[in-house]
C-alpha cells in the first residue's frame, strides 16, 4: 500500500471528490493519474464503470457489509462522513489510510471491498506499463 491523497475536494457542483480513485491508486501502488475518477462530474451509477475497469486489470471488487466481514490485509472501506459517501483504505477493522488531507471528520465504515487476482498476467501487464 502506497498512500495517495486526493486531488478534487468533495465541493458539488464545483467539484466531485476523488476518493475513490485515491484510494485504489493507493491499494494498487500506482499514482493517482493511473486510476480515473470514476465520481466526475456526480456520476451517480459509478460501479459498473468501475467493475469493468478492474476487470480489464485482472482485478475483481468483491463488496460486503462491514458488520459481516473484517478481511485480512488491505481493502477498501466504503462509507460515510460528514453525511458525505467516501472510500478509505482498510485494515483489520481500521482506517488505514484516508486520502483527504487532514482529514479529521469521523468515518463511519458501511462495507467493505476486498480486490482479488482473477488475471494476474493481465494485471502485471497493466502495472508494468504504469511504471513506463
Not at 493511473?34 to 468483491?62: C, I, S
Not at 488491505?74 to 478509505?88: I, M, S
Not at 468515518?107 to 471491498?113: A, M, N
Request: with cysteine; net charge neutral; hydrophobic share 40%.
Amino acid at each position: 500500500m502506497k498512500p495517495v491523497y486526493m486531488e478534487h475536494a468533495h465541493d458539488p457542483p464545483r467539484s466531485w471528490g476523488d476518493c475513490l480513485r485515491a484510494s485504489v491508486a493507493s491499494l494498487l501502488g500506482v499514482g493517482r493519474d493511473q486510476v480515473p475518477h470514476f465520481l466526475d462530474k456526480g456520476v451517480v451509477e459509478w460501479w459498473p464503470a468501475f467493475a469493468t475497469w478492474m476487470a480489464e486489470r485482472g482485478l475483481y471488487v468483491n463488496e460486503q457489509p462491514a458488520d459481516l466481514v473484517t478481511p485480512p490485509g488491505y481493502y477498501l472501506a466504503f462509507g460515510r462522513t460528514g453525511g458525505e459517501g467516501h472510500c478509505v483504505v482498510g485494515k483489520a477493522g481500521k482506517v488505514a489510510f484516508d486520502p483527504r488531507p487532514h482529514s479529521r471528520t469521523a468515518f463511519v465504515v458501511e462495507s467493505v471491498g476486498m480486490l482479488i487476482l482473477t488475471d494476474a498476467d493481465k494485471f502485471q501487464a497493466w502495472k508494468s506499463r504504469c511504471s513506463s
